[in-house]
């Protein structure tokens, strides 16, 4: 059974970065998109953004435009979330999720793989 991994999550300052990396133990979901979700608790998962399969092509939440950056290496079965110019607002679980969808698209019911999920916390 295929599963994604995410990992480097943690805590960071206000105006700090981090990069989340998400893992696929197979290449089942090499050509198609992946995107990276976010939830806090008591609150509707809420889109981040999404790469296309070749990374051509990625799509952001207008929360994150510009401040977050998508890419994936199809080489290390690898999608990145590179965060920059963090925010307290953007403390949350952040998920990476796999679609047979080949453009990248925001709803999560298109997803059907989900990572365990991993904790970001920006402090003020």
């Known amino acids: 059974q295929v599963q994604l991994v995410e990992s480097g999550g943690g805590l960071v300052q206000a105006g700090g970065s981090l990069r989340l990396s998400c893992t696929a133990s197979?290449?089942?979901?090499?050509?198609?998109?992946m995107a990276w979700f976010r939830q806090v608790p008591g609150e509707e998962r809420e889109f981040v953004a999404a790469?296309?399969?070749?990374?051509?092509?990625?799509d952001y939440a207008d929360s994150v435009w510009g401040r977050f950056a998508i890419s994936r290496d199809g080489a290390k079965n690898t999608m990145y979330l590179q965060m920059s110019s963090l925010k307290p607002e953007d403390t949350a679980i952040y998920y990476c999720?796999?679609?047979?969808?080949?453009?990248?698209?925001?709803?999560?019911?298109?997803?059907?793989?989900w990572g365990q999920g991993a904790q970001v916390t920006v402090s003020s």
């Open positions: 999720a796999a679609s047979t969808e080949i453009l990248p698209i925001r709803g999560a019911d298109r997803y059907d793989l």
């Open positions: 197979s290449r089942t979901y090499s050509r198609s998109t």
């Open positions: 790469v296309a399969w070749n990374g051509d092509l990625s």
